[in-house]
C-alpha cells in the first residue's frame, strides 16, 4: 500500500459514502472504487461493507483507519520538520567563541535574540581558542565560531568581521602607570609608556593576531616590546595581571573582570589598534539554520550600541 491510498481510505471512512468521498477529493467516483478494492487485496482483508446508503468499516476497515490516521498524522508532521529546517527554522547550530568574545555584550544579545526569533534551532555552545574553533570550523565539527583576529585562513572558511572595539591596558591596582588627572581616572597611555614594561599577550595557539599587530606598533614607535608571558587565553593573561605579574592589553569588553585588582587604562587614538569580533563559517553554507543565525548575527550588531 501506499499513502496515496491511505489517504483515499480515510477519506471514504469518513465520508460514509465514496462518491461523496471522490467528490471531495476531486476525482471520479469509479477510479476510487478501483483503488479501496487495491487496498483490499494488499492487505488481504475486506475493508469496507458496501451497501446502497454508503460503506460503513469492517473489524479490520476500523484497525486500519486508527493505523492510517497515525501515519498521515506522522507523515505531515515530518513534512512540516523538513520544511521548516530547508527554511531555516529548525536545526542544530554548534558554535563556539573565544573567552574575549564570549566576554563581549554583543555575545548575549545574539544568543537572545536567536532563542527568541528562532526557537526551532537548537543551539550547542562551547568555548575555545581562535586556533581550535577555526580548525573546528574548518573540518566541519562545528557550524560557526567567534573569534577576534583571525590565527590562520584555512581554505573554504569565511571571516566576517562584525564589530570592533578599542584595546585597553590592564595593569595591576597600585603600578606606577596609574597616574591620576584632577578628574581622579586613570590617564591615557601611549604605547611608548609601555616600553619596558613586563607584558602578558595571548598568542599562538590562541590569538596571535592581536600579539602581532601590537608587537608592529610598538616596532613602529621605535622600540621593542618585553613580553614576559604568552598565555593561550586573555582570562589567563589577566588573571596574571591580577596577580601583579605585569600588564596586558585587552579588548575594552574585558574590562569586567578582576575589578578591584586590575585598572584598564585606554590607549592613545594613534596607536590604530583594535580588536573586532568576528564569524567564521564554511564559505558556501549559509543556509538554513546557519543562514538565519548569520543574518541575524548582522543585524545585532548593526542595530546594537556596544
Known amino acids: 500500500m501506499d499513502l496515496k491510498q491511505l489517504r483515499y481510505f480515510v477519506a471514504v471512512a469518513e465520508a460514509g459514502h465514496i462518491t461523496r468521498a471522490a467528490q471531495h477529493l476531486g476525482m471520479q467516483q469509479p477510479p476510487l ?28 476497515g476500523k484497525l486500519l483507519l486508527e493505523d492510517a490516521r497515525r501515519i498521515l498524522a506522522d507523515v505531515a508532521a515530518m513534512e512540516s520538520r523538513l520544511v521548516h ?54 573540518s566541519s565539527r562545528l557550524d560557526c565560531g567567534f573569534l577576534r583576529i583571525p590565527t590562520s585562513a584555512p581554505e573554504g572558511v569565511v571571516f566576517e568581521t562584525l564589530l570592533r572595539e578599542p584595546v585597553v591596558v590592564a595593569l595591576p591596582l597600585g603600578h606606577h602607570l596609574l597616574t591620576h588627572k584632577a578628574s581622579g581616572r586613570p590617564a591615557v597611555l601611549t604605547l611608548r609608556d609601555l616600553a619596558g614594561e613586563a607584558l602578558i599577550l595571548v598568542r599562538r595557539p590562541g590569538a596571535p593576531g592581536l600579539y602581532g599587530n601590537l608587537v608592529q606598533r610598538c616596532h613602529e614607535q621605535g622600540f621593542e616590546p618585553r613580553i614576559t608571558a604568552e598565555v593561550p587565553r586573555m582570562l589567563t593573561a589577566l588573571n596574571l595581571v591580577a596577580a601583579g605579574t605585569g600588564i596586558s592589553v585587552v579588548p575594552a569588553s574585558m574590562q569586567g573582570t578582576h575589578p578591584h585588582t586590575i585598572v584598564y587604562c585606554s590607549l592613545a587614538d594613534d596607536t590604530r589598534l583594535d580588536a573586532p569580533l568576528t564569524l567564521a563559517y564554511r564559505a558556501g553554507e549559509l543556509s538554513g539554520a546557519l543562514g538565519k543565525f548569520a543574518l541575524l548575527a548582522r543585524k545585532v550588531a548593526r542595530q546594537g550600541k556596544f
Do not use: W
Open 33 to 60: 472504487s478501483q483503488q479501496m478494492k487495491s487496498l483490499e487485496g494488499k492487505v488481504g482483508a475486506q475493508l469496507l461493507h458496501r451497501h446502497a446508503r454508503g460503506v460503513s468499516l469492517t473489524d479490520a
Open 85 to 138: 529546517a530547508a527554511s531555516g527554522l529548525h536545526g542544530r547550530l554548534a558554535i563556539s567563541f573565544t573567552s574575549s568574545a564570549a566576554a563581549h555584550r554583543y555575545t548575549p544579545d545574539v544568543l537572545r535574540a536567536c532563542r527568541k526569533s528562532y526557537p526551532g534551532i537548537d543551539l550547542v555552545l562551547g568555548e575555545d581558542n581562535a586556533a581550535g574553533i577555526i580548525e573546528a570550523v574548518a
